[in-house]
């Protein structure tokens, strides 16, 4: 008996196919909820994501628009990587990016659990609040304004480090093309900006610690040290590991605006100012050269996604409930 | 399992088709507003609306005067025009990524020093234009001089409709005339870098917070050399017979000029922060600022002074030299991706020979932005600040009307100045990078580490011009320079020079 | 009773000396995070030719209010600044609620199949991603969005991580049970999600919300590479623009009473910090009614699943 083949399809597959539709339509008020967001996704994200094949081919503009000028564009393999490690750029600003995060994430960590400490044992809670919102500021301002701050401290002639420098009658310092301090400026204001923020997260799951805690600790005798140490602390660990973890795994994206609008675009300072971010950046605006930037992007990518999986491993083994997934 | 899985993947599948057609039909609706023309006043066939990038500080009333410019040329060619301006110091990079990513655009701005002309051409950014200029150019190409024609030739063909204008390139120091004259300076001897010192002691001494010696991060140096690339450190020696290719950095002129610099630097003549300046426009405007380094055409010292509302005078700094730079200093081109070259063509036709819509698009509406006091003449009205265009690069200079303070016989001083200026030794040779692309992307990156910083003397010469010249040579540059010399050994022997 | 209790308070506390130490680190620190902003304050108080001779000084020999009369005088461009700035986070606020509730709704229900699927779509997101060069091209090519307000809008407006925490948060804060016996009622998906997990998590949801706008006021990057119209610059991009040429104002302003020679006097430097000033003030009168939402938004997104 002669079927059309459409109707023999339907007949074989039809089973699978009419149950995916009812379930289809059986949810299709929830998949109307995440509809906006997943077309977002799937613009925002995998899009571009498709999108960095223009890595392996040397890009060149057609007519028809960027899709089909990607597809046109001639396969050039690894070709767009070897300039960024034909020099020793890659490594420069991956030492960069991975060092300043680091510095960030330890120092940052050490300096806001200190600071949350010694908030919660202020005696005299209402300089406390004021000192909490003073903090806090920094971490609402823009980097472009930061930069500006920045720019009233360093300025060369007119910066008031310098002007100080000169009280003690010290040489005035040409900060922004001297390489040598910025590794202690860009910390310094990455801490400037986030401690305030990061301790009153702290401070707010130590107040939460049970009191009875301490008093218990203290019939025994332990000292104000102790107490620290002993109950504070451990107490503090599971956020601490989260925020840290949630750290870990951007530590291969740097802040574009502080590397970017802190140290003024100066060129001298390239060797200890550029990351992967601002090095992807300036790549297209130098060179134009769209294949080798996204090279440069994929390379953060891959290299990012990577280091993420091994701290997610390293925590799992450690402590199961705390690893990300 | 594997039926979750394949309801899964048929929910990705169906998904992205969802994707595919909104998407789809975002880009139809964005391509229809673009290809949609202004006016549609039912004059036969709807009038082509031309995209045209230009560069300058973009001007308050540029739409304002383009909606007269569209009346006009509607009537003559049935095109109507929009122009986007897009400022000095993001020309450059904003047209790398427009270009690169297909923004739809007819007509750009493209020069030797702002949207590179030849690596451009060659990347197929432009049409190439021999027959669109045969067809729709010929009155054009009857008014500009053929030097600029012949000059902006890439590998034999046209690119770009090059602007009728000053061929020569000749550097001279501007100073702030009232200063000049408060001081008693004398001018008429200075011309080294070395001769400035002494007028720029004298104004450090006595005007502590005027910038001396004003300058922004493009600064270089003048040394008797042309470069073979537009922004990278190779260059041939101005009266050389060898043709050999150098590294600038390496030659004894810039050595000494940098340790010059460097001496400015150190003395205040230079403002501390020159290596991160982008534009040196508030100190004109203020006219906080005592002298600096410019390129001149003839009547350049009137130009300026109208333009920024107090007097300029200048002094010659270098001899005029032709270059593939000067030649190649201002055309318009017409993008790879315009949807009518044609009418591109036949714009740039009437706008280089028609001196109506040449005067428009650099002065504005007559009556609104300028006054006409005869055939000749015009004026500058106060509305002018809000369509304050640069003249080099909307097309033929010698369309334009003259200032009150003008010479009568400006134009011919202009031939004049064209006729005398001297070959430079490499005139017309174009480098073609494609072989050394990963290099050339390297070095672009040292140069931008090291450049600024050491033409304007923020740093000194002594250990970071060794440190320079080891991190070009890392990157790849000695191979760029080899692949030069071969080219330029190549194009000798074609040329016979 | 109430003694011991006392006494108990003071032996928990540290000592006077130490308690003294503490608040003079606590104090420092506090107003270094103030100080910068005080000091800009200052020289946009600066008479502009004390500035040219003096430098930055805290207290300047010659104070002025000239930059505050320039930037008023070109006012409309500050104000059309803020306009974009203001319309930019109002909508975009709104419109990333509206996108990440809904979607952090849909997968913290254990009765949607597709959960996991959608769950996995977005965690994807935060491990991989096109990078700049290629989100350029889609923003600006194929979704068309360049010189548009869209463009400062969209690329914010969803993050997986914001959708992980609401999700979480939902998860804790609205009980399965309540949405069951809404669902035995006859309430449909919609109608749960409007009148019971919504108001429920209402804390939760302000706080994204104020994560958001922060992110919207801040933002400068998307401007950067998407905005060259001068009339749809917002308020931060616009700080960038005057660095380089205060003069960006004033091209940008409708007053045309500014002719070229009173711009030669324009107080350069005390402008650019004055824009500065009054580009952060809102901020600062805000952020301290806001402080605890952000704080309580880590707390949110700690509590994992």
């Known amino acids: 008996m002669y079927r059309p083949i459409f109707l023999r399809y339907l007949l074989i597959g039809g089973n699978k196919v009419t149950a995916f539709f009812k379930t289809l339509i059986k949810n299709k008020v929830m998949l109307f909820m995440v509809l906006p967001g997943a077309l977002w996704f799937f613009f925002f994200s995998y899009m571009p994501l498709v999108g960095t094949i223009v890595a392996f081919k040397q890009y060149r503009f057609t007519r028809e628009g960027f899709w089909a000028s990607i597809v046109k564009s001639e396969w050039v393999g690894w070709d767009n990587f070897k300039f960024l490690f034909s020099t020793n750029d890659a490594y420069l600003i991956t030492r960069n990016t991975l060092f300043y995060n680091l510095a960030f994430i330890i120092i940052g960590l050490v300096l806001s659990v200190a600071m949350a400490i010694l908030l919660s044992e202020l005696v005299g809670k209402k300089l406390a609040k004021v000192y909490q919102t003073g903090m806090f500021l920094p971490y609402f301002l823009s980097w472009v304004i930061v930069g500006y701050f920045a720019f009233s401290f360093l300025s060369m002639d007119r910066g008031m480090l310098n002007q100080v420098l000169g009280w003690f009658g010290v040489d005035a310092i040409q900060w922004y093309s001297e390489p040598k301090y910025w590794p202690y400026i860009l910390i310094f204001v990455s801490l400037w900006k986030s401690i305030g923020y990061n301790s009153v997260v702290y401070l707010a799951s130590i107040m939460g610690i049970d009191k009875s805690l301490y008093e218990a600790a203290m019939i025994d005798g332990a000292s104000k040290w102790q107490q620290i140490k002993g109950i504070t602390i451990p107490m503090l660990s599971p956020i601490i590991i989260i925020m840290t973890l949630l750290a870990v795994g951007r530590i291969f994206y740097a802040d574009f605006g502080l590397f970017y609008q802190v140290p003024r675009d100066s060129g001298t300072l390239y060797a200890v100012t550029n990351v992967i971010d601002t090095y992807v950046y300036r790549g297209l605006k130098t060179t134009g050269e769209i294949g080798m930037s996204t090279a440069a992007g994929l390379y953060q990518s891959v290299v990012g996604f990577a280091l993420v999986m091994i701290s997610n491993f390293v925590v799992r083994k450690i402590d199961k409930d705390s690893a990300l997934f | ?497 | ?305």
């Not at chain 2, 003259?402 to 016989?409: F, I, R």
Request: hydrophobic share 40%.
């Open chain 2, 1 to 497: 399992m594997s039926k979750k899985r394949k309801s899964f993947s048929l929910l990705l599948v169906s998904l992205m088709a969802l994707a595919l057609v909104v998407s789809a039909c975002g880009g139809n609706g964005n391509s229809a507003t673009n290809n949609s023309s202004a006016g549609g006043n039912g004059k036969g066939e709807a009038p082509v609306n031309l995209i045209w990038y230009t560069i300058g500080t973009p001007q308050k009333d540029v739409d304002r005067v383009m909606e007269e410019v569209s009346k006009y040329t509607q009537e003559k060619i049935n095109a109507t025009i929009t122009m986007k301006m897009v400022d000095w110091g993001d020309y450059q990079q904003k047209m790398q990524v427009n270009v690169a990513s297909g923004e739809p655009m007819d007509i750009l701005f493209t020069s030797a020093g702002g949207f590179d002309y030849v690596q451009n051409a060659r990347k197929g950014a432009f049409m190439e234009l021999d027959d669109l200029l045969e067809q729709y150019g010929k009155e054009l190409k009857d008014t500009i001089d053929p030097a600029f024609l012949e000059g902006s030739k890439v590998d034999g063909h046209n690119y770009g409709v090059p602007a009728n204008k000053e061929l020569p390139q000749q550097e001279v120091w501007r100073f702030n005339k009232g200063l000049v004259d408060k001081y008693n300076l004398d001018i008429t001897n200075v011309r080294s870098l070395d001769s400035i010192e002494p007028l720029l002691k004298t104004i450090k001494e006595n005007e502590p917070t005027i910038t001396t010696f004003a300058m922004d991060k493009n600064y270089v140096p003048y040394v008797p050399y042309d470069y073979v690339i537009t922004n990278l450190p190779l260059a041939v020696k101005l009266d050389t017979t060898d043709y050999k290719i150098v590294n600038i950095l390496e030659t004894p002129e810039m050595k000494e000029a940098l340790s010059t610099m460097r001496k400015y630097y150190q003395a205040g003549y230079v403002a501390p922060e020159a290596a991160t300046t982008g534009s040196t426009s508030d100190l004109m405007t203020s006219g906080q600022w005592f002298m600096d380094r410019a390129q001149t055409q003839p009547s350049a010292d009137n130009l300026w002074s109208a333009s920024y509302g107090y007097p300029v005078v200048s002094t010659q700094a270098s001899d005029a030299i032709i270059t593939n730079t000067s030649v190649q200093g201002s055309i318009m081109a017409i993008s790879a991706n315009s949807e009518y070259p044609e009418k591109a063509m036949e714009f740039l036709n009437l706008l280089n020979t028609d001196p109506v819509l040449r005067n428009m698009v650099d002065s504005g509406i007559e009556g609104v932005h300028y006054k006409k006091l005869d055939d000749t003449h015009y004026e500058n009205l106060a509305e002018s600040k809000n369509y304050d265009m640069p003249s080099y690069s909307l097309g033929n200079n010698m369309l334009l009307y003259l200032n009150p303070s003008d010479a009568d016989d400006k134009w011919e001083q202009f031939k004049q100045f064209n006729a005398e200026g001297v070959n430079s030794p490499i005139l017309s040779f174009n480098f073609d990078s494609t072989k050394v692309a990963t290099q050339m992307a390297a070095v672009q990156n040292v140069k931008e580490q090291f450049w600024s910083s050491l033409m304007t003397g923020t740093v000194d010469p002594e250990s970071y011009l060794p440190k320079a010249i080891e991190k070009f040579k890392e990157a790849g540059l000695d191979q760029v320079m080899a692949e030069a010399q071969t080219q330029l050994d190549a194009w000798r022997a074609e040329n016979n020079k």
């Open chain 3, 1 to 305: 009773m109430a003694e011991v209790i006392k006494k108990q308070r003071d032996f928990h506390q540290v000592s006077r000396g130490w308690n003294f130490i503490l608040h003079l680190i606590a104090g420092i620190f506090s107003f270094m995070c103030v100080f910068p902003f005080l000091f800009v304050v200052i020289i946009s108080l600066t008479d502009e030719k004390t500035l040219a001779t003096d430098g930055y000084r805290l207290i300047p020999a010659k104070w002025s209010l000239e930059a505050y009369r320039f930037v008023f005088e070109t006012g409309d461009t500050l104000l059309r600044s803020y306009g974009v700035t203001i319309l930019v986070t109002v909508v975009g606020t709104i419109l990333s609620l509206i996108m990440i509730s809904l979607y952090s709704y849909a997968i913290s229900r254990k009765s949607f199949p597709y959960r996991r699927f959608f769950s996995i779509f977005a965690i994807v997101t935060m491990l991989f991603n096109g990078g700049m060069i290629p989100t350029y091209m889609v923003v600006s090519q194929l979704l068309g969005l360049k010189d548009t307000l869209w463009a400062l809008i969209l690329p914010l407006a969803m993050n997986a991580f914001y959708i992980m925490i609401l999700r979480t948060f939902y998860s804790t804060s609205v009980p399965e049970p309540i949405i069951e016996s809404a669902r035995i009622d006859g309430a449909g998906d919609f109608y749960i999600f409007l009148r019971i997990v919504l108001p429920l998590s209402l804390p939760g949801l302000a706080t994204i919300g104020l994560f958001s706008t922060l992110g919207y006021w801040n933002d400068w990057f998307n401007a950067l590479l998407y905005i060259d119209k001068p009339s749809l610059v917002p308020l931060q991009s616009m700080l960038m623009r005057i660095e380089s040429s205060i003069a960006f104002i004033q091209q940008n302003s409708q007053n045309s009473s500014l002719s070229l020679t009173a711009l030669q006097s324009i107080p350069q430097d005390t402008s650019r910090m004055a824009m500065v000033v009054l580009a952060t003030l809102p901020i600062i009168f805000a952020y301290p009614f806001f402080q605890r939402y952000f704080v309580q938004g880590l707390t949110v997104g700690a509590v994992k699943e």
